[in-house]
């Protein structure tokens, strides 16, 4: 069974600072999409991020990266310079051959 | 681009009532997936679409939910009859199915049920 957990249940940061949110998965597949995904209060989740398991190499996205590492199947996302427009909910995700499991979320605050 | 719409956005019912809900996927989405989110919890997959089959409802409780999508665009949930527990945002997304981002899914706002 496909299962991911993030570890922290909230977490606040200063604006300007970085923060990194804790994501682990379990899957016994070798091919598979992981995502970060953004709940702002009372608006709708967006995409903030994605990773093929294939690739060795980290995603970026602007103020976005990920720190994924596939043997220990962990998958970190960093978020640099926040900004207060970043506090919301943050879901990491799984998807293997359209089988999407999410982790319980992580709220992060940014402070001014 | 029009995102995915949902309707209605907010829904009060009492328990044992019937209840359903209406997504509008992204035009050319040929994916389409309702989940249901708890309060403090993430988002499960409830029921999944391709077109208009269905390609994976395990995690549907099928006493009671039902949902379909007869044209390959357009989908609705229903539940009946509905219990305390089904309280929750009941969430639509879409994805493209083809191209190099066919597995990214684009949520709607979502519709919060509150049974009482």
């Known amino acids: 069974a496909q299962t991911v957990t993030q570890s922290q249940p909230e977490m606040s940061v200063q604006e300007a600072e970085t923060v990194t949110l804790s994501c682990t998965y379990d899957t016994s597949e070798s091919n598979y999409y992981l995502f970060w995904y953004k709940q702002p209060p009372s608006r709708q989740m967006i995409l903030v991020i994605r990773q093929e398991a294939y690739k060795q190499q980290n995603a970026t996205e602007n103020r976005f990266s990920v720190n994924f590492q596939k043997a220990a199947k962990s998958f970190s996302l960093k978020i640099s310079d926040s900004q207060l427009g970043d506090t919301a909910m943050y879901f990491c995700a799984l998807d293997n051959n359209n089988d999407m499991r999410f982790g319980a979320g992580t709220r992060l605050t940014v402070k001014p | 681009e029009a995102g995915v719409a949902q309707s209605p956005r907010y829904k009060i019912i009492e328990k044992r009532q019937s209840v359903a809900f209406w997504c509008n996927p992204i035009?050319?989405?040929?994916?389409l997936y309702w989940y249901q989110q708890i309060l403090g919890q993430g988002p499960k997959l409830l029921i999944q679409f391709q077109n208009n089959g269905v390609v994976d409802d395990s995690q549907l409780p099928k006493d009671r939910f039902s949902a379909e999508r007869l044209k390959g665009v357009d989908s609705t949930l229903k539940i009946q009859p509905a219990k305390l527990e089904d309280s929750a945002v009941y969430l639509c997304?879409?994805?493209?199915?083809?191209?190099?981002?066919?597995?990214?899914?684009?949520f709607g706002p979502g519709t919060r049920l509150l049974v009482l």
């Open positions: 997304a879409s994805s493209p199915a083809q191209g190099p981002h066919r597995e990214t899914q684009y």
């Open positions: 035009s050319g989405h040929a994916t």
